[in-house]
């Protein structure tokens, strides 16, 4: 059983551009959340998409968007990138939308912005 | 503002000794609070999790404790084990989203 896949797996764009990344959920999940992990930190939350919508935002920028397909897979869209942008980008997946519903976090996107 | 306050940033312990991260928070409203294990390269990954109904939970050699009144919990590794090396990262939750902790990074000296 496949757990939590992200692509792709390191990335580098340069300041200003746009960039995409990609997450397809454990298996019978259906709700996607994202985290920014800058480098030594913990994981901070971006946003939740669950029936397709956006239904929790933390604090970030409009710059970063997203959206969700019919098979639950999501992807996070981050326009006019910043130095700043540089981290992990992490997929969670779980069973409905509650935290304690069986988050399962993939290994991550390394994006590095030069 | 950090949500949750995590301590030590790092810790060294010998093979076969007990380590312990600390962990606090501020809002009433979190009821549920989960420790992740993550290993360079890889997404951090459950250990155990606990709620405030209980102020103690053990799993194999891993445990939380749990002061509701104090607002703190902690993770305890017993016989802790090279393998264990690790970056650990507490969390909590009152909904659909956790707030982490800044990560301990553990080393088991062998």
């Known amino acids: 059983d496949a757990g939590v896949t992200q692509s792709p797996t390191h990335l580098i764009k340069t300041r200003g551009q746009q960039v995409t990344l990609r997450c397809s959920p454990k298996?019978?999940?259906?709700?996607v959340s994202w985290y920014q992990q800058a480098l030594g930190q913990g994981p901070q939350f971006i946003f939740q998409y669950y029936e397709e919508e956006e239904r929790q935002r933390g604090n970030f920028p409009d710059r970063f968007s997203g959206h969700q397909f019919p098979n639950y897979s999501s992807e996070l869209n981050v326009n006019a990138l910043l130095l700043g942008d540089s981290a992990l980008y992490l997929c969670?997946?779980?069973?409905?939308?509650?935290?304690?519903?069986?988050?399962?976090f993939g290994s991550g996107t390394r994006l590095t912005v030069v | 503002q950090q949500q949750v306050k995590q301590s030590p940033q790092s810790l060294i312990v010998q093979k076969g000794g007990i380590s312990i991260i600390n962990c606090a928070y501020e809002n009433t409203a979190f009821d549920y609070f989960p420790w992740y294990q993550q290993f360079p390269g890889k997404g951090p990954a459950l250990l155990i999790a606990?709620?405030?109904?209980?102020s103690e939970k053990k799993e194999g050699r891993f445990t939380i404790s749990f002061n509701k009144s104090a607002k703190q919990f902690s993770l305890h590794i017993m016989d802790s084990q090279p393998g264990d090396s690790a970056t650990y990262f507490c969390a909590a939750s009152g909904g659909n989203q956790f707030y982490f902790g800044t990560g301990t990074s553990l080393t088991v000296i062998p």
């Open positions: 969670a997946s779980s069973f409905r939308r509650g935290a304690d519903y069986g988050y399962t």
């Open positions: 606990i709620r405030p109904d209980v």
């Open positions: 298996s019978g999940h259906d709700t």
